[in-house]
């Protein structure tokens, strides 16, 4: 049996899946299909979706399958075979330490005074990541401090994770291990697979992608739909790290396709590892 000798994580949400504004090229995902099917790839997903929502998007846009998938942020991450979704305990073990021996259930009651905050549906909680909503609005140092110094009167490292869901008009609070990034995550999964800088092909869309694509620790694609600002500041952080040749940006043109989404993968993929443009036919 072949062993994969190539490692490709992708962004799902507008990278993976048409789900944006551009036009899809009708060839991109049949291509991303076949590409998958090759023993000498491994693949992994990427996102902040939850388990369930992970597999909603693998069937209702019918991308492949993925050997692995890091999902809630980067707090979980599961080995897959077939229908079986197996999550990988050395990863939670690896950041469990983080939170002292507290868990999802501990924090919460740490919290449970704070009126602003109310907490999210039971699928977007786990063991380690507790979410909140929050007025859009707020003001929200104040807020945050106060937590701080609790979390910290209890020896816990967390990273507070604040943003906006526009369309709903509302503040979303995540209280994740301070350890448990997508770039962790991935780094985790690179060393325990073997899989080196040279290896891996990274590939995003926009500004929750940025830490990963500019760590300059493995090669990164952004699609030709990611949001101009985040092509500009990728390149700057990368230059000033001299690893420009770490980045590609999608331009179009690679077999006819428009490198939106999945063309754009590909694209990167092949200006990487061009072994890898065989594969896609
Ligand atoms: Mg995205």
Redesign the pocket.
Known sequence: MTNPSILLCS?????L?PNGAAPESAEARPRLRTLAARPELMLAYV?GRHQALLRQAIADYAIPNPDYAIGDVGTTLYEIHGDHWRPWREWAEHIAPDWSGADHGDLAALFADLDLLRLQEPEKQNTFKLSYYAPSGLVRDELLAEMRSRLAAKDVRASLIWSVDEAADIGLLDVLPASATKLHAMEFLMARRGFDATRTVFA???G??LPVVTSGRLRAVLVRNAHSEVVSEASRSLRVLGLERRLYVARGGFHHMNGNYSAGVLEGLAHFLPETEAWMR
């Open positions: 962004d799902l949400d507008r990278t899946l996102s995003g869309d926009s929750n992608d």
